[in-house]
């Protein structure tokens, strides 16, 4: 190969010698551009194991504020499909008539139940709608999801009303 260079003339030469020095530097470039992806890649990974080593340092206190925020919740004292039906039927029958309970839902869940009833006021003063508002929020595990009020046509002073009401019911452990 070095004979070979001796023969060639001197503009040659410099071309060999340049196109020598061009294929170095290309391959020179590609190298150094995937050496600072990996080191870019060794920086994003050190990253993110000093969180992950933040979370796990931490998991005590998480594990104790699991356990605080499970204590707060009896699942005894949450209700099943039926026992909320019966406790909204109660909660409206003390406060109005004219009432009708026309849809259960359940949605099955790993940890919880969450059960929806819908239930409908008709001709209803706008005091017996508020005490059972009230009974709603007194509750600890039954929420008020939506509520829609129109007024009678024929009364304006009573009104119809649809409350939509979800529960959860925890699982036994």
């Known amino acids: 190969m070095f004979e070979l260079y001796k023969r060639f003339s001197l503009r040659e030469k410099t071309l060999f010698i340049g196109f020598i020095w061009f294929v170095l530097l290309f391959w020179g470039s590609g190298g150094i551009s995937r050496f600072s992806q990996t080191l870019s890649g060794f920086s994003d990974s050190r990253k993110i194991i000093a969180g992950q080593k933040e979370i796990l340092s931490r998991e005590a206190g998480i594990d104790a504020d699991l356990e605080a925020q499970r204590s707060k919740f009896d699942s005894s004292s949450t209700y099943n499909k039926d026992q909320l039906f019966a406790r909204v039927q109660a909660m409206a029958e003390g406060r109005a008539s004219n009432i009708y309970q026309n849809k259960e839902d359940v949605q099955e869940g790993g940890i919880f139940n969450l ?3 819908r239930i409908t006021f008709r001709d209803q003063p706008i005091s017996s709608l508020l005490n059972f508002d009230q009974a709603l929020q007194e509750e600890p595990y039954i929420s008020l999801e939506s509520a829609t009020i129109a ?8 009104l119809d009303a649809t409350f939509i009401i979800t529960s959860f019911e925890l699982k036994q452990p």
Do not use: C, F, S
């Open 151 to 158: 007024a009678d046509t024929k009364k304006p002073e009573l």
């Open 115 to 117: 059960h929806t009833v």
